[in-house]
């Protein structure tokens, strides 16, 4: 077997990732202002499609940032959209089809807490975090483009945000449009969720491509990626929730936002710690 | 740099990922299933039954005995209702329908009878009516779209008592709900 070693850490790839996560949460803060100074009024095409745009901002903040600093060591940008693509197609295709009409499961994952984490772990995670894998194995992954492990954070970054981008749009076109204020909050959680998580995988992508790994190595790095999406979505739901009646649930997305760019800071820190300390021990070598 | 050739190693760790997700699915199916058919017993005027977990069930009114509503259901929330009605000692089950369609007819909006027939439902003898109506907010400034409600009624004839179990589901749900309430009707004794 040939052993070939990343050899740099490609600073921009993370400048990017932590620029993305405060350029959501700018952005979320300037939409709401926006929504409340303004008040605009929509008819139900001009929401749609309003709910429609602002589903593609997180990917195209993110692109914006990837393509101005991807200069030193660019990776094809055709080949970065296409996995972008090819993450939204899953979703399309598979993702949201299998979650929500065979496992139905906004119909049972509230039933209780175990639900919610069993159902968000077994189901959701790993339906999510497999198709994103497989957005990029499937595609680039054995493609001489993929020659550094910190490509595979890239890519799988581009396939989560096509899936979150999907995601996004499905909610807006199933609500008939959405209110501004509190769903574009809601699209930056999703996006933000769905980046962090696809940058473990990402992370473990690259690995099992340049270097030897055990056979448990992928599938670690799924069900990792898997427990920390369904516990996300537990816990997110924990801290937007403000009070519960008996006729309904009061929830301030405000909270979810903060606790999602938290945990997006730290995921991606994390990541970057490993990738580092992996760098720096085979620099030893 | 040079690229890692695909190895049996990656081939077999491809199929690990695979199989973990396939297995984690099987789990999730299975969990799903055992939330979605939990059940509590249920026991009013000797009539008892195992009314699904979790779901809004309201106090028993007049030959109402329960109504149990599924809250998390899109569209119309799937609903079962049990009654308990009294009956002549030479009334027959037809007669029952007849005049449970005639109610229909007056409560519900846009009621058509769909089909009534004589069935065996897990080894009773059974009246069974279909029939869909119109579900529709009567506040005219709500803006939800009525929604299509199909609904099945069991009607058993027990000495000088009706027992009517029925089924309520959105047009889009009601396939996919009646296998747990097939589960709800093989659980009523009375």
Same mark, same amino acid.
């Given at each position: 077997?040939?052993?070939?070693?990343?050899?740099?850490?490609?600073?921009?790839?993370?400048?990017?990732?932590?620029?993305?996560?405060?350029?959501?949460?700018?952005?979320?803060?300037?939409?709401?202002?926006?929504?409340?100074?303004?008040?605009?009024?929509?008819?139900?095409?001009?929401?749609?499609?309003?709910?429609?745009?602002?589903?593609?901002?997180?990917?195209?903040?993110?692109?914006?940032?990837?393509?101005?600093?991807?200069?030193?060591?660019?990776?094809?940008?055709?080949?970065?959209?296409?996995?972008?693509?090819?993450?939204?197609?899953?979703?399309?295709?598979?993702?949201?089809?299998?979650?929500?009409?065979?496992?139905?499961?906004?119909h049972w994952?509230y039933a209780s807490t175990t639900a919610?984490?069993?159902?968000?772990?077994?189901?959701?995670?790993?339906?999510?975090?497999?198709?994103?894998?497989?957005?990029?194995?499937?595609?680039?992954?054995?493609?001489?483009?993929?020659?550094?492990?910190?490509?595979?954070?890239?890519?799988?970054?581009?396939?989560?945000?096509?899936?979150?981008?999907?995601?996004?749009?499905?909610?807006?076109?199933?609500?008939?449009?959405?209110?501004?204020?509190?769903?574009?909050?809601?699209?930056?959680?999703?996006?933000?969720?769905?980046?962090?998580?696809?940058?473990?995988?990402?992370?473990?992508?690259?690995?099992?491509?340049?270097?030897?790994?055990?056979?448990?190595?992928?599938?670690?790095?799924?069900?990792?990626?898997?427990?920390?999406?369904?516990?996300?979505?537990?816990?997110?739901?924990?801290?937007?929730?403000?009070?519960?009646?008996l006729?309904?649930?009061?929830?301030?997305?405000?909270?979810?936002?903060?606790?999602?760019?938290?945990?997006?800071?730290?995921?991606?820190?994390?990541?970057?710690?490993?990738?580092?300390?992996?760098?720096?021990?085979?620099?030893?070598? | 740099?040079?690229?890692?050739?695909?190895?049996?190693?990656?081939?077999?760790?491809?199929?690990?990922?695979?199989?973990?997700?396939?297995?984690?699915?099987?789990?999730?199916?299975?969990y799903k299933s055992s939330v979605e058919n939990s059940s509590v017993p249920f026991n009013v005027e000797g009539i008892t039954a195992q009314a699904p977990k979790g779901w809004l069930q309201s106090e028993p009114s007049?030959?109402e005995l329960l109504r149990t509503t599924d809250r998390s259901s899109?569209?119309?929330n799937t609903t079962y209702i049990l009654r308990?009605?009294?009956? %002549?000692?030479?009334? &027959?089950?037809?007669? #029952?329908? !007849?005049?449970?369609? +005639?109610? @229909?007819?007056?409560?519900?909006?846009?009621?058509?009878?769909?089909?009534?027939?004589?069935?065996?439902?897990?080894?009773?003898? %059974?009246?069974?009516? &279909?029939?869909?109506? #119109?579900? !529709?907010?009567?506040? +005219?400034? @709500?803006?939800?779209?009525?929604?299509?409600?199909?609904?099945?009624?069991?009607?058993?004839?027990?000495?000088?008592?009706?027992?009517?179990v029925s089924f309520?589901?959105?047009?889009?749900?009601?396939?996919?709900d +009646?296998g747990r309430f097939h589960l709800f009707l093989q659980s009523i004794k009375y």
């Open positions: 077997m040939t052993e070939s070693k990343a050899v740099h850490e490609r600073k921009h790839v993370w400048r990017n990732e932590f620029l993305l996560i405060i350029s959501l949460v700018v952005f979320v803060g300037v939409v709401y202002a926006l929504d409340g100074a303004i008040k605009p009024v929509f008819t139900t095409s001009t929401l749609l499609l309003t709910g429609v745009f602002l589903a593609l901002v997180p990917a195209a903040i993110w692109l914006v940032f990837f393509y101005m600093q991807d200069r030193l060591e660019p990776e094809p940008k055709g080949y970065v959209v296409g996995v972008f693509a090819l993450g939204a197609l899953f979703a399309a295709a598979v993702g949201v089809p299998l979650i929500e009409n065979v496992f139905r499961v906004s994952i919610t984490i069993l159902g968000g772990i077994l189901v959701v995670g790993f339906t999510q975090e497999f198709l994103k894998y497989a957005a990029v194995r499937y595609s680039i992954y054995h493609s001489d483009e993929f020659d550094e492990a910190t490509d595979g954070v890239i890519y799988a970054t581009a396939a989560g945000l096509g899936y979150a981008t999907v995601l996004n749009i499905q909610f807006v076109v199933s609500n008939g449009g959405v209110d501004l204020g509190t769903g574009v909050i809601r699209m930056a959680i999703v996006a933000l969720a769905q980046a962090s998580f696809s940058g473990i995988t990402g992370y473990f992508l690259g690995r099992a491509k340049f270097e030897s790994e055990q056979i448990w190595w992928m599938p670690l790095g799924i069900t990792l990626a898997a427990i920390f999406n369904g516990l996300f979505n537990w816990l997110r739901g924990l801290v937007s929730q403000t009070s519960v009646s006729s309904n649930v009061a929830v301030n997305p405000w909270p979810g936002l903060a606790f999602a760019a938290i945990v997006a800071f730290a995921t991606t820190g994390i990541v970057l710690w490993l990738v580092r300390r992996n760098l720096s021990m085979q620099a030893g070598k | 740099m040079e690229n890692k050739k695909i190895s049996l190693g990656d081939r077999y760790a491809e199929i690990t990922v695979a199989l973990i997700t396939i297995i984690a699915l099987i789990g999730g199916w299975f007049g030959d899109s569209g119309y308990k009605i009294p009956i %002549a000692a030479d009334t &027959s089950a037809s007669q #029952v329908a !007849s005049l449970l369609t +005639l109610g @229909h007819g007056q409560d519900l909006l846009a009621f058509r009878l769909l089909e009534q027939r004589e069935v065996t439902v897990y080894g009773k003898t %059974a009246y069974e009516i &279909s029939y869909v109506y #119109v579900e !529709s907010n009567p506040n +005219l400034t @709500h803006k939800n779209i009525p929604s299509v409600v199909r609904g099945i009624d069991y009607i058993y004839m027990n000495s000088d008592n009706a027992v009517v309520w589901a959105d047009d889009r749900n009601f396939d996919i +009646l």
